[in-house]
């Protein structure tokens, strides 16, 4: 979950040292691929240390 995070959020706080189409592009693309790892695995943990009463809400 730490090396999706970081690459989430590396690669669109690594768009502060430049503009150019090159580097958002690659950018963009990385920070997909965090998402794409973070956001399931942040809801299964949250599934996780919900109630039991409370889960599927």
């Known amino acids: 979950m730490e090396a999706s995070f970081f690459l989430t959020a590396g690669f669109i706080g690594i768009l502060t ?24 695995s942040t809801a299964s943990f949250l599934g996780e240390i919900a109630p039991t009463a409370l889960r599927g809400r």
């Open 17 to 40: 040292f430049g503009s150019g189409s090159g580097l958002v592009a690659f950018s963009v693309v990385v920070w997909t691929f965090g998402e794409m790892m973070l956001f399931p």
